[in-house]
């Protein structure tokens, strides 16, 4: 219920015209609820089948870049029935050495999932779903 950086997205595509978001780190977004319903899951499977404990990676499905994750969250927003009033009609892609942190960012935070989805019996949903879930409640 926090900040987090669709709602930063949201919040400066209604601020600004132009904004310019990094594209060359890639990941996938990951809601906490998905990974409470897997813990779940794990928890209940692992009571049965200790044995399959272990360490596993978890995150959504499918992969994205911080650039197409906010042109996604922008676009969700424009067709929501309660649309906000969108004012930035650019968004730029830039490399991360336009944004300069003190703390070094990764390029590639992809996880392989593959172990968990074949030990635990699952499909992961693509992180667009988790995404629009919670564009619907925010919006």
Sequence with gaps: RGGNFAKTMLRLAQERERLTVI???WGAPTGADLLADVTAHAITHLQSRPDDGGLYHCVAGGETNWHSYAKYVLA??????AAIKIKATDVAPVPTSAFPTPARRPHNSRLDTTRLQ????????????GVARMLAEIL
């Excluded at 969700?76 to 029935?81: D, G, H, N, R, S």
């Excluded at 030990?119 to 949903?125: H, N, R, S």
């Design 23 to 25: 594209d060359d780190q």
């Design 76 to 81: 969700q927003a424009e067709k929501a029935p």
């Design 118 to 129: 074949a030990t635990f019996g699952l499909t992961l949903p693509p992180w667009q779903q």
